[in-house]
């Protein structure tokens, strides 16, 4: 399966790296391609931002292309791309599994074996430098939340619980995408396209849709039990 990391030029200027764009179709703009995940391809976009003006500490958004389900890496220092591919590839599974445990939807049994079988799902990294425009104004929202953060806390860097509290938070608020009205819950989404790529069927779903929404309420309060794996 293919792991398609979709990078701003702010990322690619700060990775240092020379990455290739997109290929472009006739009467496309260069650099600013949709992206869209099936069961061949698993699409995020990223983007880098400061926590305060200049500062050294740094967080790197990254932004699922069809659910927005949102996580955060925070950094100080230059990574390689094969240390920020495995950053996210833990991050993105951590806060999926902190998000389930908060929701109270699935046992913690169901969630250890989810992880389990994700992370044997061979994954071939590839890197681009584009920016999906479409998923700017999420992850616009996200770094406005961070950087808010910080600041009524006076800190400079994320700490481990501000960082999994703001995912959560940011994954269970209903979302729209541009051009379509309908509403939807990025960990729903994200849950169903796991599920899809694992090639569980629709009736053999761990999860009722339901009953994540109606957990909702759970969210608003800090749940200080962590789940571990």
Known sequence: MKLLLSTTNALNKWLKADLPRLPTKEGQRV???SLESDVQTFCWQLHIIDNAYKSRYKTIIACEAN????VFIPVDTKLT????AACLQM????SLAETLQQLRAIPNSEI??????????????HWVKNTDLSISGHISDAALWITQRLAEQGLNEQTDDLRTDLSIHLNTQMKRVKNKTKKFMPIVHMMDYCQDILLIPNDDKAYDVDELISNLSITQ???TTRYNH
């Open 112 to 125: 250890a074996m989810l992880l389990s079988e994700l992370s044997e799902v061979n994954m071939d990294t």
């Open 31 to 33: 650099g600013v391609h």
């Open 221 to 223: 309060q800090p749940d």
């Open 91 to 94: 991050q993105w599974q951590y």
């Open 67 to 70: 659910s927005r389900f949102t």
């Open 81 to 84: 791309l094969d240390e920020l």
